[in-house]
């Protein structure tokens, strides 16, 4: 069982339209992570918040937009995203220099 | 060069077969290493930390090599259940940066 949370598991939508997808972990984390993943390829990481603030945004086109309201929960709302945004998109968590905890992904294609 | 290189396979294994696998990492920065197994269209989930003096667990045994820069991970009595993608992962010291996945090695176990 996983101890991040993450929803919806699939979405679909189209070029126009907003969406957001939501993450929640319980391990008193104080950074939490978006990752990106396509098919046969590794985790890609997009931001880093560590204690609540953004600290790392990996060059992220800005129709994606974290957001992450307290230590437990971390937003990433789409607008606008092309076809080939398409992809599993991995929330996770961890402690200083430590592993990190993935949630189970949300599986977004965009039509 | 990749920062993390990983032979991609696949390997095919027996049931019941010691397979290794080998990471290589070029940053010497690099302080912290973990194995990470992922099944088809699912989370990445952490196996293993890897420490200097090596470390076991069950059938899984891991070794870093500093002088060398890489990792293994070395699987004795394969079952089926451990057909998956192994990623190998460094991560900078401390704090709350970015890591670097190696592109996984895929591992299929067969009867």
């Known amino acids: 069982d996983t101890e991040v949370t993450q929803t919806p598991k699939h979405l679909v939508m189209g070029m126009t339209n907003k969406k957001s997808l939501k993450c929640e972990q319980h391990m008193g984390h104080r950074a939490m992570y978006w990752y990106k993943q396509k098919a046969k390829k590794p985790p890609e990481l997009m931001f880093v918040?560590?204690?609540?603030?953004?600290?790392i945004n990996e060059s992220v086109p800005s129709r994606f937009s974290p957001e992450c309201p307290n230590s437990s929960l971390l937003n990433l709302h789409l607008h606008a995203l092309q076809p080939e945004d398409s992809a599993l998109y991995l929330c996770a968590s961890s402690l200083p220099g430590g592993e990190l905890f993935f949630g189970e992904g949300s599986r977004l294609t965009v039509l | 060069r990749k920062e993390v290189e990983q032979d991609p396979g696949p390997f095919n294994v027996p049931e019941g077969a010691t397979v290794a696998f080998n990471c290589t990492y070029s940053?010497?920065?690099?302080?912290?290493f973990f194995w990470y197994r992922q099944d088809c269209r699912k989370e990445p989930k952490l196996l293993m930390s890897?420490?200097?003096s090596g470390n076991e667990d069950g059938r899984f045994t891991a070794q870093l090599n500093r002088a060398s820069q890489y990792i293994s991970l070395l699987i004795r009595d394969s079952k089926l259940s451990d057909s998956a993608t192994y990623l190998c992962?460094?991560?900078?010291?401390?704090?709350?940066?970015?890591?670097?996945f190696g592109t996984g090695t895929k591992l299929q176990v067969i009867p």
């Open positions: 918040y560590s204690y609540e603030k953004l600290s």
């Open positions: 940053n010497s920065a690099s302080q912290s």
């Open positions: 992962v460094a991560a900078p010291s401390g704090g709350y940066q970015k890591v670097t």
């Open positions: 890897v420490y200097s």
